[in-house]
Every structure is written in structure tokens, then in C-alpha cells.
């Protein structure tokens, strides 16, 4: 158990240039989630996938941010047109669900993103 | 709908004493609780959970916390303070499909020596 991986671990950008950030599960998690984290906040639910199959998005993920986990494994989250406010941490965590049971979502380092 | 209140977003212990975080939680199902913390430009590293079994639970590096459904609480203890112990704890609980957590704001243990 390697535990969850996300890369880059810190990214600067210029306003209105597209980013994408990377997050590696725990290799036997069927389910990986990310969510933001501002400065002085807890983390906030961006969405999450079961498998391949994206299958919620909060009110926070606007139509700049897409996300994706296209063979069930690695994610990847694309924010376009990137702008001051998306400056934050941006948390992966992956969990196994079996028979419905939500187990333990386990975190990685995060990447921070700043936003020039 | 759920959500969790930490009361002190800081907390200031001497090495050696008690340490107290505070949650307090709403909820509209049995409620599964967490405790998480996070160093500095670190991701989140579970402490304990809540999941409807003992109410007494205890975790890693010394803590434990108590739900307690009639005072809607599940605070974080430890009867001694270490150095390492500083950071940043935050309480989670689970909406209310268990899919998605919600976080509280946080509480920012400093230690003293």
C-alpha cells in the first residue's frame, strides 16, 4: 500500500492559463474523490468516482473544472481559464466501497495551486 | 443536513497537559464521524472514526474521542500534549448518501514546551 499520490505538488500559473493536476488512488480503491481547500477552511467535495463513472459534482465545480478517471484508475482535473479565486489546495483521497458500506477515504499530500 | 461545528479555531496547550477539540454535529441519519489532522502542506492523515459501534473510540498517537448523541458531540482528547501533537484537526461526517465528507473549519493545536 502506497497510499494516494498527486502530482504536481505545487503549481504556479498566470490568470487564464488552463491546469491539470494528477491523483494516483490506493491501487485497490474502487472509489476517488477530490476536493478544494482554501486557506483557514476545511476541505470542500468537488466530486467523485465510482470506477470510471463520475457520479457527483457539487455546486462548486463550475463549468471551468472537469474531471476525469478515464480506466478506473488515476484522475485527472482540469481547471481552464484559470482565475485568482481558484488559488487553493486541491485534495485526492480514495476509498473502498463493497456492498455498500463507505469505508475510510484516505487523503494525499494535495496539490497547491497559486494563481498569479 | 449534515454538518459539523468546531468550537476554537485555535487551541493552546502546554506539553504535557490535556488536550480538548471540540465538535459538535448536526445530522439527519446516524451520523459517521471523523477525526482527521493535517501538518503543515500535508494532506489529511485519519485519527479515528465513528461508525456506530463503541462510542468510545480510540485512535492513533494517543487520541481518542466519545460520541455522544445526546449532546450532539464527538470531541477529540488526549491526556498529554506532545510537541509533534501540533497541527491542524479537523472533524468530518459524512452526508447523508456516505458519500461525500463535510468538513469542519478546524482547530489549530499550538504546544508549548
Known amino acids: 500500500d502506497t497510499g494516494v499520490s498527486q502530482n504536481p505538488r505545487h503549481k504556479i500559473t498566470k490568470r487564464g492559463q488552463n491546469v491539470t493536476f494528477r491523483c494516483d488512488p490506493i491501487?485497490?480503491?474502487?472509489?476517488l474523490y477530490w476536493y478544494r481547500q482554501t486557506l483557514g477552511q476545511g476541505p470542500e467535495f468537488l466530486t467523485y468516482f465510482q470506477n470510471e463513472a463520475q457520479l457527483e459534482k457539487s455546486r462548486l465545480l463550475s463549468d471551468r473544472f472537469s474531471a476525469e478517471r478515464p480506466k478506473g484508475s488515476f484522475s485527472t482535473l482540469e481547471i481552464q481559464r484559470t482565475e485568482q479565486g481558484d488559488s487553493a489546495m486541491y485534495l485526492c483521497?480514495?476509498?473502498?466501497?463493497?456492498?455498500?458500506?463507505?469505508?475510510?477515504?484516505?487523503f494525499g499530500p494535495g496539490t497547491r495551486l497559486t494563481v498569479l | 443536513a449534515q454538518s459539523v461545528t468546531q468550537l476554537g479555531s485555535h487551541v493552546s496547550v502546554s506539553e504535557g497537559a490535556l488536550v480538548l477539540l471540540r465538535c459538535n454535529y448536526s445530522?439527519?441519519?446516524?451520523?459517521?464521524l471523523f477525526w482527521y489532522v493535517q501538518y503543515p502542506n500535508q494532506g489529511l492523515q485519519l485519527l479515528l472514526k465513528y461508525t456506530s459501534a463503541a462510542t468510545l473510540v480510540k485512535g492513533i498517537n494517543g487520541f481518542e474521542a466519545e460520541f455522544k448523541k445526546s449532546e450532539t458531540s464527538f470531541h477529540l482528547t488526549k491526556p498529554s500534549a506532545h510537541m509533534r501533537d501540533a497541527a491542524e484537526y479537523f472533524c468530518a461526517v459524512f452526508n447523508q448518501a456516505g458519500t461525500a465528507l463535510i468538513f469542519g473549519k478546524g482547530t489549530t493545536l499550538s504546544v508549548s514546551s
Open positions: 491501487s485497490e480503491h474502487n472509489r
Open positions: 483521497a480514495s476509498s473502498l466501497v463493497q456492498g455498500g458500506f463507505t469505508d475510510t477515504q484516505y
Open positions: 445530522s439527519s441519519v446516524p451520523p459517521y
